[in-house]
């Protein structure tokens, strides 16, 4: 993990470069297919073939995540960015709930998983990743959008884009667009909302997991466990996109009140966690830990809990690819990968402290930046709603 999300970091400063070279749709597709290899790696391991794959899906998620952006936004406007983000949403996140529901159901009662269960779930994963990536092919692009004469005007305006100077041209003029923006008012404050978000995907995505393992009273089910957790993160991914992504056409007020409420349920998760599971058990031995919080262990928390978690992640996300797809309709690219290079950062430093400190410090460092997250969030949201009422009433004045 360490390497993915090393080279991911690095590799989002480039990334791009490389959209705007060979275009969003050949960049999804590229990507995809270094997801299958590295998924197919798994099926036969070996050292060198995974730590050189781990490399490669860390250049290719940025080149992904930043080509999913750019597609997203140029195949929306400002009344539908927020659904298409929330559906966009639900649909990634749809993989955390079916993917453990399957280990949870046919690993369930195994105390080792044999070589062929795990060949059979990375057959099958790669299988579903290699077909994924042929149907991006069937995605729109963004000049089947356009007017013939539009079309044709824009070829008359930049050329032939197809030269290799027009190319590197646009790479070049890409990368400076990403330093530029890096540095304005908004990203800068939007920076602290993504960092949460880094923050809490490295807690819900490996933390918690190894903590609800960690934890003996939960007796022998305490293994299968971290599954059901797994699965109701999904439930809560998946009914947060979905809810969002169909209100947001008819939301009236914003995108604020979505933010609060993830701030809101996050806080309770983590107050709920602070009672229910022990301070240890981040960082207990293999044998796990015997200790106890301010509460007896419980199951029926620790999976509520994991709830909590996926439906306040959701709320940040999807309002986080709304608000920079509205900001940065004309800079998406740029704008995309400077949101993962951020993500990425944190959640690479959230993995490393997460071995060596206790909950309740890790908690309280989500806590810190996730309020002051909500609030840079909240600034961000007032201006473009100040932006668009001035650009409503320009038109409306003509």
């Given at each position: 993990m360490s390497i993915i999300y090393g080279v991911f970091s690095a590799s989002n400063l480039i990334s791009p470069s490389v959209v705007a070279i060979v275009g969003p749709q050949l960049s999804m597709v590229v990507s995809g297919i270094f997801y299958s290899l590295y998924i197919a790696v798994f099926i036969q391991p070996a050292a060198w073939a995974f730590y050189t794959a781990s490399v490669f899906i860390g250049i290719a998620a940025a080149v992904l995540w930043t080509a999913q952006g750019n597609c997203l936004t140029v195949n929306s406007d400002e009344n539908t960015i927020g659904r298409n983000s929330g559906v966009f949403w639900a649909l990634l996140q749809s993989s955390l709930f079916f993917g453990n529901l399957y280990i949870y159901f046919a690993w369930q009662g195994k105390t080792r998983i044999s070589e062929s269960d795990r060949r059979t779930v990375f057959i099958a994963l790669t299988v579903i990743s290699l077909v994924g990536t042929v149907l991006f092919f069937l995605i729109r692009k963004q000049e089947d959008t356009k007017a013939p004469g539009e079309e044709d005007s824009a070829k008359e305006i930049l050329g032939d884009s197809s030269s290799a100077q027009n190319k590197m041209m646009r790479a070049v003029a890409?990368?400076?667009?990403?330093?530029?923006?890096?540095?304005?008012?908004?990203?800068?404050?939007?920076?602290?909302?993504?960092?949460?978000?880094?923050?809490?995907?490295?807690?819900?995505?490996?933390?918690?997991?190894?903590?609800?393992?960690?934890?003996?009273?939960?007796?022998?089910?305490?293994?299968?466990?971290?599954?059901?957790?797994?699965?109701?993160?999904?439930?809560?991914?998946?009914?947060?996109?979905?809810?969002?992504?169909?209100?947001?056409?008819?939301?009236?007020?914003?995108?604020?009140?979505?933010?609060?409420?993830?701030?809101?349920?996050?806080?309770?998760?983590?107050?709920?966690?602070?009672?229910?599971?022990?301070?240890?058990?981040?960082?207990?031995?293999?044998?796990?830990?015997?200790?106890?919080?301010?509460?007896?262990?419980?199951?029926?928390?620790?999976?509520?809990?994991?709830?909590?978690?996926?439906?306040?992640?959701?709320?940040?996300?999807?309002?986080?690819?709304?608000?920079?797809?509205?900001?940065?309709?004309?800079?998406?690219?740029?704008?995309?990968?400077?949101?993962?290079?951020?993500?990425?950062?944190?959640?690479?430093?959230?993995?490393?402290?997460?071995?060596?400190?206790?909950?309740?410090?890790?908690?309280?460092?989500?806590?810190?930046?996730?309020?002051?997250?909500?609030?840079?969030?909240?600034?961000?949201?007032?201006?473009?709603?100040?932006?668009?009422?001035?650009?409503?009433?320009?038109?409306?004045?003509?």
């Open positions: 890409a990368f400076k667009k990403s330093i530029k923006l890096s540095f304005t008012k908004e990203i800068l404050l939007l920076s602290v909302t993504t960092a949460y978000t880094g923050l809490i995907l490295t807690f819900f995505s490996g933390v918690y997991g190894t903590c609800i393992g960690a934890v003996n009273r939960f007796g022998s089910e305490e293994k299968s466990l971290i599954g059901l957790s797994g699965i109701f993160i999904g439930v809560g991914e998946i009914l947060g996109g979905g809810i969002f992504g169909l209100l947001s056409k008819n939301n009236r007020f914003g995108r604020n009140p979505v933010v609060m409420l993830g701030i809101v349920v996050h806080f309770i998760a983590f107050y709920l966690i602070f009672f229910n599971m022990p301070n240890d058990a981040p960082i207990a031995p293999m044998e796990g830990t015997d200790d106890v919080a301010y509460m007896i262990p419980s199951k029926e928390v620790a999976i509520f809990c994991s709830f909590l978690l996926g439906l306040g992640d959701s709320c940040f996300n999807t309002q986080l690819l709304s608000i920079l797809g509205f900001l940065y309709s004309e800079d998406s690219a740029p704008a995309f990968a400077i949101f993962k290079f951020v993500q990425s950062i944190c959640a690479a430093v959230a993995y490393f402290y997460s071995n060596y400190f206790l909950l309740q410090w890790q908690l309280l460092i989500m806590v810190v930046v996730g309020f002051f997250g909500t609030i840079t969030f909240f600034t961000v949201e007032w201006q473009a709603a100040a932006a668009l009422v001035a650009r409503s009433s320009d038109y409306s004045s003509i």
